[in-house]
């Protein structure tokens, strides 16, 4: 199996500030191309593009190929249940989204510390293992947010777990919040196969400072300034593989290009990828990967990531003014609110993968773009 999956949470959209706007006729040419380049692996989730993501993949994907020709993967989305009846009630629900009886890969979703005890008490892996015996899971596993203590309290209370979904890149690799490196080893411990995400660190590590690029240039001039994200990611040993949310078909060939045939890192380029890091770290301000699980269910309807990217943008360009006139353009969407219009509810920190303090954040954002 080829190592790169094709992450559906940033599909090729036909407005940029509408997530459901997916453009599916591009879709379609980026899911025949990926297949037809020997790739299979395609992973979605309830929430993603506004719950509009599995349904695109059914008529990209499910629709127009052979069920054996691919590998389908799925999340339970965790943080909305609230009682016993809502997993087989969600699951349905996703089965007919895809348009399939089974899923090759299926995950509960985000768990940290909390989401596990609560998924634990209503019986989530309990019906995880009842639908692999039913044959309509064939792997199962969960995506994971949280400590190195607490994914190993995780896989040694629940030992049938398949895999875990973890997030590691090379900025967050020694991170104190994210923990990528201390996930990893807990993982590999418990000697569990580990599927990447955010190996590009939500497109930051795509766009990187000019010095760092021009380290990666000097290595490699051939290679894109992503593909050393995805090839470190790729790189560690247990790792079956790496998602990439491609948003058109410019990143998916550059993607299928250096891991169609991967060669992991050598020894130079590792570190070529240290001297890089440290230079991307000092210009991170607000470590946001834009996942948006923290837009959903704002009642302000703040766009919180594109704002704390223009925060990031004022940082690494040092260009204030630059930086108002990005910030002003997105308020002028209807619906949205400003930063400032942010109550303190702090629903979207609940709900942030990165711990980020938003609420502080978005105060920030006010006070230096408003």
């Not at 299979?40 to 593009?49: R, V």
């Not at 790729?234 to 948003?247: E, I, K, Y």
């Not at 004022?314 to 109550?343: F, N, P, V, W």
């Not at 979207?348 to 920030?364: F, M, S, V, Y």
Request: aromatic share 10%; glycine share 6%; with cysteine.
């Amino acid at each position: 199996m080829k190592k790169l999956g094709f992450g559906l949470m940033r599909l090729p959209l036909l407005q940029p500030q509408d997530v459901t706007s997916i453009d599916e006729a591009q879709l379609c040419r980026m899911v025949d191309r990926f297949l037809e380049e020997g790739f299979t692996y395609f992973d979605t989730a309830y929430p993603y593009h506004k719950q509009t993501s599995e349904g695109a993949i059914k008529r990209a994907l499910v629709e127009r190929h052979p069920r054996e020709s691919f590998l389908l993967a799925d999340k339970m989305p965790t943080y909305l249940v609230e009682k016993e009846e809502d997993f087989p009630r969600y699951f349905k629900e996703q089965q007919e989204r895809c348009g399939v009886e089974y899923f090759d890969y299926y995950l509960l979703h985000t768990l940290d510390r909390n989401l596990y005890e609560k998924t634990k008490k209503f019986g989530g892996f309990a019906f995880v293992k009842k639908m692999k015996e039913e044959g309509k899971i064939r792997k199962m596993g969960f995506s994971f947010h949280d400590t190195a203590d607490i994914l190993d309290k995780i896989l040694t209370e629940q030992p049938e777990m398949e895999f875990v979904q973890l997030q590691i890149n090379y900025i967050d690799w020694e991170s104190e919040k994210v923990q990528s490196r201390l996930c990893y080893e807990v993982a590999r411990k418990h000697g569990k196969p580990v599927i990447v995400m955010e190996p590009v660190r939500g497109g930051a590590l795509a766009a990187v400072p000019g010095e760092a690029e021009k380290k990666m240039k000097l290595a490699q001039p051939e290679l894109s300034v992503p593909s050393w994200a995805v090839r470190f990611a790729a790189s560690l040993d247990g790792v079956f593989m790496v998602l990439s949310g491609m948003s058109n078909e410019e990143q998916l060939m550059d993607n299928m290009s250096y891991m169609k045939e991967f060669a992991p890192l050598s020894e130079k380029e590792r570190q070529t990828v240290d001297e890089a890091a440290q230079i991307i770290r000092s210009t991170i301000t607000i470590p946001c990967t834009a996942c948006r699980y923290c837009v959903d269910g704002c009642p302000q309807n703040i766009p919180i990531p594109e704002y704390f990217a223009a925060i990031n943008q004022m940082e690494q360009t040092r260009d204030k003014d630059e930086a108002k006139k990005t910030y002003k353009k997105l308020t002028e969407e209807d619906g949205r609110g400003k930063a400032s219009a942010c109550i303190g509810c702090r629903q979207c920190e609940n709900h942030c993968p990165q711990h980020i303090d938003i609420t502080g954040w978005l105060a920030k954002t006010a006070k230096e773009l408003e």
